[in-house]
């Protein structure tokens, strides 16, 4: 399929899509799999790539995977776990850093895990060092060899204290999942306490699990012997949903998310009001809406939940172009999660990034020479333009510019966004959106089809 989008803007989108399990969850519980020594099923399973990338490097372990797309229902069997070769969990990794969360489980099951490929372009070293440091915490050896990193675990895992710098969510899994089975009892304190998070240690207690949230960012996990399979349905992609919401926003219209639920968005909604978006909350989705009026300038600062999602950043961003008057968004959770502001102002926007801490309290970049501050003027006319897709959120965020601009966009690398949003070609056609792919104008030839018949 190409990788090269053509998007003619300034069409509202309306209609309805729907949003499938999250995709900072769903991965993560297709892992936890491994843990049981029974089968596992798993609904509401978003057909994106993550999820094949898991599926395959599940397969190459030996797990049996089932799967029906179109219920998004999966089973997996771990019953025959073996040992993987390192050039096939190399190739069927790409750029997935999710085989660092294998490791716990597969050192339970069976002795030993391999992280390919360290200190390449696709792992960087800081992220990967959280997780091996938190890996030794419980007794693992790590060896670096020359296809990457070998880990054994010749006494054992152990129950251990476990304090985080930062309440990383990567991390916390990763400690999830590798304490479940440890001997003896682990507590980690500043621990991520995300919906997805919260949403693991529900998969991880039906497996039999013993694990205890407290208040205070603390969660403590006794170890057992053994856990069974389990039979979960993932809670649903908050991050999607926010996508699609700004989405309407940004092109004047209403996009009712099937499935978007409002506890794990709270945060999200009272800031999409507060920009003057209009929204039903019902109990089978939220409908989100331009009012027909103004948007509001608004000044915000992302944060680890319950604050606001670096993940619905972006989309925001391109929303606030449109705001009247200034808006100030300060990112306190990634460094480099600004660079995206620059395609943007090709397109029209006017938007100036700070190395400051803007508009709320101070972060721990605020020594730092990361521009993680911006402050956007708005509201501006965007133009059509030419843009290379850089990351997942920021792709998706492009695609949404390019829906609210004037005249026609080319979104390259647009292949990108299928990590994480499931079939949004189709929900695109559903909404109304005007785009083609490989110079063939699908929409305009179905408006001419319909117009014949």
């Not at 003619?8 to 843990?35: F, Y």
Request: proline content about 4%; glycine content about 10%; hydrophobic content about 40%.
């Amino acid at each position: 399929m190409s990788s090269t989008f053509h998007v003619r803007g300034g069409r509202p989108l309306d209609g309805e899509i729907t949003v499938r399990g999250a995709k900072n969850l769903v991965s993560k519980a297709m892992v936890a799999a491994l843990l049981g020594n029974g089968p596992s099923i798993l609904r509401s399973v978003p057909d994106i790539r993550d999820v094949q990338i898991v599926s395959r490097l599940l397969s190459i372990h030996g797990v049996k995977i089932e799967r029906d797309i179109d219920s998004g229902t999966i089973h997996l069997d771990p019953s025959n776990v073996e040992k993987a070769h390192v050039a096939d969990i190399d190739a069927h990794a790409g750029s997935s850093r999710i085989p660092i969360l294998f490791c716990g489980p597969l050192l339970h099951r069976l002795g030993e895990a391999i992280i390919p490929d360290l200190g390449g372009c696709r792992v960087g070293d800081r992220p990967i060092n959280y997780h091996l440091d938190v890996l030794r915490q419980f007794g693992a050896v790590v060896d670096k060899r020359e296809f990457g990193i070998y880990i054994t675990a010749p006494n054992g895992l152990q129950g251990t204290k476990i304090h985080l710098e930062y309440p990383s969510v990567g991390t916390t899994e990763q400690v999830l999942l590798t304490a479940v089975r440890a001997k003896g009892v682990t507590e980690l304190t500043n621990a991520a306490v995300e919906p997805e998070i919260e949403d693991l240690i529900s998969v991880l207690q039906k497996m039999g699990a013993i694990i205890s949230l407290q208040t205070d960012r603390t969660i403590t996990i006794e170890g057992v012997d053994e856990l069974g399979g389990y039979e979960h349905v993932a809670l649903p992609d908050r991050i999607e949903a926010a996508s699609w919401a700004c989405a309407a926003l940004v092109t004047k219209g209403s996009v009712f998310v099937r499935g978007a639920q409002q506890k794990p968005m709270a945060t999200f909604l009272n800031t999409f009001r507060k920009v003057g978006g209009g929204m039903d909350i019902t109990e089978a989705g939220i409908r989100f809406y331009h009012p027909g009026t103004p948007l509001r300038a608004i000044a915000v600062e992302t944060d680890v939940h319950p604050g606001l999602m670096t993940d619905w950043q972006q989309p925001l961003v391109v929303a606030l172009t449109q705001a009247d008057g200034i808006s100030i968004v300060h990112e306190t959770v990634y460094e480099n999660r600004l660079g995206f502001t620059c395609a943007l102002n090709d397109m029209g926007a006017h938007i100036q990034v700070y190395r400051e801490c803007l508009g709320g309290s101070s972060c721990r970049f605020g020594r730092s020479n990361y521009n993680h501050s911006a402050v956007i003027s708005g509201p501006k006319t965007l133009q059509g333009s030419d843009i290379t897709v850089p990351d997942l959120r920021g792709g998706f965020s492009y695609l949404i510019a390019a829906l609210g601009a004037e005249g026609v966009s080319t979104i390259r690398g647009i292949d990108l966004i299928d990590r994480g949003y499931e079939s949004f070609r189709e929900k695109l056609t559903a909404l109304g959106a005007d785009f083609w792919e490989n110079g063939r104008q699908e929409h305009d030839l179905a408006a001419q089809g319909a117009a014949a018949r």
